[in-house]
RNA sequence: GCGGUAUUGGUGAAGUGGUUAACACGCCGGAUUGUGGCUCCGGUAUGCAAGGGUUCGAUCCCCUUAUUCCGCCCCA
């Protein structure tokens, strides 16, 4: 049997059905927050992700997916997004566009080659967003705050929104320096991989599960008392707009993302659910001002998030939450002879074009199961063909909601329809207008 | 890159180095002369992930590979 790739998920039925409801919330709330949609190649050149990204850890030397083409070109498939969009902004000149600044957010596929596990696959879905050439800190709370509205819009509640400041980076090096200078003499006191964190990348010391009780690692100087004053009062700035758009946030001077070409404003949104496994940032994001030019751009502030989509439906599946996935049919058509079924081919043929959600039978089963299956489908009105009604024009039709069954003639099965699902919608019109004078 | 875990039908699973691989659900058919969700009866595996080895004989022992799940590293 061929099996599927390592970490790759074939995603069908229920769980296919969530994450296209979960994409729909997503493109309707990008269309009141005004931000266009984009798609970017699933492979880029390698090197665009090489510069991007830097060589200081283990991502572009052993985490990305690699191939030459039959061009001998080194390509790589995308491991985030972000990179291609930027590489995008500028090769497509739009910083030249009148319409500044550029809001975009993209929804697909990334490949990572990693060991997969708990909320880590070799192939995963992100939407993320990134606003390119505007460096209001009014921004940076918009771009928190649109993946706290989508949870909030989605019903999910047990999350914890991080954020941190690194400063410009004057204060990013200050800091940086200040850190390497206190760990020196405590070197040895850190767990193996902080010592070799503290050569590679000593800020994602403050990461580590393995010394977090270390008071070593608790006393060790925080962000925030190094950012110079410009940066504070951006950071404070951000603070504020995040409190006039009701975000609730904690300042954690331990998120310090992986990647160099983070500055200012960088934040994780944690999922607090129990249950969910050691992977549980749901989105995380930080303002990148220097990325453009890094990329052979014009110098371009830019701030982005990503989130993880199959993270997200985790989360959502541990809370318990019930999204609206109604697979639920309008009529399922039943027949047993041959001239039933020519009759039931046109029939569904016709409510289907007029807007119906319509099955039939095509196993060739009995009367019974075609009922079993009908109910099993969920449909709201069952058909049942008969030859000797159809003589007469005639159309048994049962509403499974009231279990009564009626003759329609054929030239008002529309009529019919019609007028009990709009009885239906009356009815839900209703309880909505309770609900709203209630509140 | 490192470590642990698992892999039996459509599903959940029991099981043993040796004739026909429990049980349950599901599905199909029948009881019901065209009407389902209850009941009863009957049917339902290319044979235990794939390949190799040990053995008179392996689904069960060993090795390899693939995939699963979980952790480390890393985290874009």
Redesign the pocket.
């Known amino acids: 049997?061929i099996?599927?790739?390592?970490?790759?998920?074939d995603i069908y039925g229920d769980q296919a059905r969530k994450f296209k409801y979960v994409d729909q919330v997503i493109d309707d709330l990008m269309k009141e927050y005004n931000y266009d949609f984009m798609r970017t190649p699933i492979f880029e050149s390698s090197e665009l992700?090489h510069r991007g990204?830097g060589d200081?850890?283990?991502?572009v030397t052993?985490?990305?997916y690699d191939f030459v083409d039959r061009g001998g070109r080194n390509m790589t498939l995308r491991?985030?997004g972000?990179a291609g969009i930027v590489r995008s902004y500028i090769e497509n000149k739009m910083y030249g566009d009148g319409a500044q600044p550029v809001k975009i957010y993209y929804n697909g596929t990334m490949y990572?080659y990693?060991?997969?596990?708990?909320?880590?696959d070799r192939e995963l879905t992100q939407f993320g967003v990134e606003v390119l050439g505007c460096d209001d800190p009014y921004i940076d709370a918009e771009v928190i705050s649109i993946p706290v509205n989508l949870f909030k819009l989605l019903g999910l509640q047990e999350v914890k929104v991080n954020i941190n400041t690194l400063g410009d980076n004057e204060s990013r090096n200050n800091y940086r320096e200040a850190l390497v200078e206190y760990f020196r003499p405590h070197i040895d006191t850190l767990c193996e991989?902080c010592q070799?964190?503290f050569k590679k990348?000593p800020l994602?010391i403050l990461?580590?599960?393995?010394d977090c009780d270390n008071p070593i690692l608790k006393n060790a100087p925080k962000t925030i008392d190094y950012l110079n004053e410009e940066s504070k009062e951006r950071f404070e700035t951000v603070k504020k707009y995040l409190s006039l758009l009701e975000v609730d946030y904690e300042v954690n001077p331990n998120i310090v993302?992986?990647?160099d070409y983070y500055n200012h404003t960088v934040f994780e949104i944690e999922a607090k659910v129990d249950g969910f496994?050691?992977?549980n940032?749901l989105a995380?994001g930080g303002r990148y001002n220097g990325l453009a030019e890094q990329l052979d751009g014009p110098s371009t502030p830019g701030i982005g998030f990503?989130l993880g989509m199959g993270r997200l439906i985790m989360a959502l599946d541990l809370e318990k939450v019930e999204l609206p996935v109604d697979k639920a049919l309008d009529a399922y058509i039943?027949?047993?002879?041959d001239t039933?079924k020519d009759y039931a081919v046109t029939l569904c043929q016709y409510l289907r074009m007029n807007g119906y959600k319509i099955e039939m039978e095509n196993?060739g089963?009995?009367?019974?199961?075609q009922?079993?299956?009908?109910?099993?489908l969920n449909s709201r009105f069952?058909i049942?063909?008969?030859?000797?009604?159809l003589k007469n024009d005639q159309i048994?039709i049962?509403d499974?909601k009231t279990?009564e069954?009626t003759l329609v003639g054929v030239d008002y099965i529309l009529y019919y329809f019609e007028e009990k699902l709009s009885e239906e919608l009356f009815d839900e019109l209703e309880i909505e207008e309770e609900i709203v004078e209630g509140e």
Do not use: W
């Open positions: 049997m099996t599927k790739p390592k970490g790759c998920h992700f990204v200081t850890t283990d991502i052993k985490e990305t491991p985030e972000t990572r990693e060991r997969p596990q708990s909320g880590r991989d070799e964190r990348n994602r990461d580590c599960k393995v993302r992986g990647l496994g050691s992977n940032v995380g990503a039943m027949y047993v002879s039933e196993l089963r009995s009367l019974k199961s009922f079993k299956q009908a109910d099993r069952f049942i063909l008969n030859d000797e009604e048994k049962k499974n279990k069954e």
